[in-house]
Structures are given as C-alpha cells and as structure tokens.
C-alpha cells in the first residue's frame, strides 16, 4: 500500500519529524529573537551539542538586545 515503506516504518518517519518541529521551531524563534541565527535551532536535535546550544544562547552576548539599547 505505501510501496517500499510499511506503516510501521511510516509511523516512526511521521513521528521523528512531529518531534523534531516541536524541538527545532521554538529553538529557532529563541535563536532569531536573541539575535542570531535561527538555524542554529537545528543543533538542537543533536543530543549533546544542543546542550552546548543551550548554555551558548544563555551566556552569549545577544545581538538583539545590543541594537535594542544602542551600546
């Protein structure tokens, strides 16, 4: 019925990309409302570098809010 993909296989691919929007997107919005590039939204799927993502956006110096106070 699917061709060389059965529905279990199929199932799996759906979910895995349901989960990664859930994950990637708001990474991405995070990452673009700080200043930088939302594609740094796709490190977040990799287990131990989205961890580094996480402490980078946390300490890093946020362009965003540099243009929003002139310095």
């Given at each position: 019925?699917?061709?060389?993909?059965?529905?279990?296989?199929?199932?799996?691919?759906?979910?895995?990309?349901?989960?990664?929007?859930?994950?990637?997107?708001?990474a991405g919005?995070?990452?673009?409302?700080?200043?930088?590039?939302?594609?740094?939204?796709?490190?977040?799927?990799?287990?131990?570098?989205?961890?580094?993502?996480?402490?980078?956006?946390?300490?890093?110096?946020?362009?965003?809010?540099?243009?929003?106070?002139g310095s």
């Open positions: 019925m699917f061709g060389a993909v059965g529905l279990p296989e199929l199932l799996i691919i759906i979910t895995i990309a349901c989960m990664g929007l859930v994950v990637v997107w708001p919005r995070i990452c673009r409302r700080a200043g930088f590039s939302p594609w740094l939204g796709l490190l977040a799927i990799v287990p131990i570098v989205s961890v580094g993502l996480l402490w980078f956006v946390a300490f890093a110096e946020w362009p965003a809010l540099s243009k929003q106070t």
